[in-house]
């Protein structure tokens, strides 16, 4: 069986749904969109938090989003759009993908937290919330 490239398979994520810039996902933000964040620990650590963002890890992002699963967080209930960010705007999109397979309103960020700081948008070194 012949493999795909990463970038094959990244290429086939994004079919079918439009990317936010990160002044986008902040406005999406700012309209109600629900924003998860999957950095690491570490990564949060270099750079800071995201304000009003969910980190929600990546290996639990689907049963915490899906608004039939019995583990879903409660803002999974009201079926928002959601914006999933990482640090460079990669896994998101395939986290993004999966939640699109899953019928929920989902997108991501071009460049992930590394567009967010570019663009000069707030960060914070408050407590994250942290959903398991």
Same mark, same amino acid.
């Given at each position: 069986m012949p493999t795909a490239a990463i970038d094959? =398979?990244? $290429? !086939?994520? /994004? +079919?079918?749904? %439009? !990317?936010? $810039? *990160? %002044? +986008?996902?902040y406005a999406a933000v700012q309209d109600g969109a629900?924003? =998860?964040? #999957?950095r690491t620990q570490a990564q949060r650590d270099r750079t800071g938090n995201l304000p009003g963002?969910? =980190?929600?890890?990546r290996t639990v992002l689907e049963w915490r989003l899906d608004? #039939?699963?019995?583990?879903r967080i409660p803002e999974a209930d009201a079926r928002p759009r959601v914006v999933v960010v990482?640090?460079?705007?990669?896994?998101?999109s395939l986290a993004a993908r999966s @939640? /699109?397979? @899953?019928? @929920?309103? *989902? #997108?991501d960020v071009v460049d992930g937290v590394e567009g967010w700081l570019a663009a000069g948008l707030p960060m914070s070194r +408050?407590?994250?919330d942290v959903r398991e």
């Open positions: 094959d =398979v990244l $290429s !086939r994520a /994004r +079919e079918g749904w %439009t !990317r936010l $810039s *990160a %002044t +986008e996902a629900l924003l =998860v964040d #999957t963002a969910v =980190v929600i890890d608004p #039939t699963s019995p583990n990482c640090r460079q705007g990669y896994s998101s @939640l /699109r397979d @899953l019928g @929920l309103d *989902a #997108t +408050e407590p994250a």
